[in-house]
């Protein structure tokens, strides 16, 4: 984790490395706030670190690392209200809002940073990529609310897509990182593991970049993390009209909440998504439904016998399709 500690000043990162110890698999977050103790979120809960207050002039020095000194090259990030730095780690950030406009123009007088800390798990798809293939892979939309896991499910089912798995043989992966959160590039090389066919476009605006990977990758299926407006639902279509499976995600907490949306509408009128993985609201990473395209729940989690490395390349070895 040593791109995130390099961001503290001293004496903070030595502290912030005390109080953590050998539990950085298990941290989720790290909130620094001007003035308040520091927050530290973790799967089993909450802690703070009471005898740590930042200062003004620590969070100067927090957001000059993010920037190498440079607010102007984070124009368009302070804009979005988050920072991504290498490992995939999303910084989110709150303060004084300057508006143009009425449109959001630049956060600035930061005083709340949200460290999210990005975790490569291996095997997090292990249980459901069989639900999502029958006779080919199936549009699919992985639903959860924030922290539920949803990235790191897309980032392990990328890699089982791309290389293959059981006697299902590896795909054409086109991935459109614009959050630069599922392949945790450093100048375009993903630094997580997204399987040996998987092509990436990094920091590109979903909508546009999905076109851009058809045209210029021809990818079997497109991937695509945290989908929201009515462009990006467009964009979708085109994909799926173009012949292209598309697996992606949403923040939401069950199915009939998205369906509501009105940006979802066209996909819902259409059919577009034969499968749903909803994942647990208060468990990270944990599966709760996998639903078929009439609403049928039909996920059975299989035991898992063998070693995850030797389970993702046995042509012997495979699991019931999703068929019932």
């Known amino acids: 984790m040593e791109e995130i500690i390099k961001l503290f000043p001293n004496p903070i990162n030595k502290l912030i490395i005390h109080e953590i110890g050998n539990r950085w698999t298990s941290l989720q977050e790290i909130r620094f706030r001007i003035s308040r103790p520091v927050e530290l979120i973790f799967d089993s809960g909450i802690e703070w670190i009471n005898r740590l207050y930042p200062t003004e002039d620590d ?59 990005a975790k490569e798990k291996i095997g997090a798809a292990r249980s459901v990529i ?20 949803k990235t790191t499910l897309l980032r392990d089912t ?66 695509v993390d945290e989908i929201g407006g009515e462009e990006d639902v467009k964009a979708l279509m085109e994909a799926v009209h173009a012949g292209v499976q598309v697996i992606c995600t949403v923040h939401g907490h069950t199915l009939d909440e998205i369906r509501r949306r009105p940006s979802f509408l066209p996909l819902f009128q259409q059919q577009t998504f034969r499968r749903f ?18 609403g049928e729940n039909i996920y059975r989690k299989p035991g898992s016998g063998k070693d995850e490395v030797d389970w993702g390349y046995d042509s012997s070895y495979s699991y019931k399709l999703g068929r019932d």
Not at 88 to 94: D, F, K, M, V
Not at 168 to 187: F, P
Not at 205 to 217: C, F, L, N, T
Not at 282 to 294: E, F, P, W, Y
């Open 59 to 117: 969070g100067i020095h927090l957001l000059n690392q993010l920037s190498q000194f440079s607010l102007y090259r984070l124009e368009e990030e302070l804009r979005e209200g988050f920072i991504t730095i290498e490992g995939g780690h999303r910084i989110g950030l709150s303060g004084r809002v300057n508006t143009e406009n009425g449109c959001v123009k630049a956060i600035k007088n930061i005083s709340s940073f949200n460290i999210r800390i």
């Open 130 to 149: 069989p639900f999502l293939y029958d006779e080919g892979y199936q549009n699919t939309l992985i639903i959860g609310p924030p922290q539920s896991g």
């Open 277 to 294: 993985i909803v994942l647990e609201r208060h468990s990270a990473g944990i599966v709760r439904q996998v639903l078929n395209n009439t």
């Open 158 to 223: 990328t890699r089982l897509i791309s290389s293959g798995w059981g006697k299902v043989l590896a795909q054409k992966t086109g991935v459109i990182d614009e959050r630069s959160e599922i392949g945790g590039s450093i100048r375009g090389i993903p630094q997580h593991d997204l399987g040996i066919r998987t092509d990436l476009l990094d920091a590109c605006p979903k909508a546009e970049g999905m076109m851009m990977m058809i045209r210029s990758m021809s990818p079997e299926v497109l991937v």
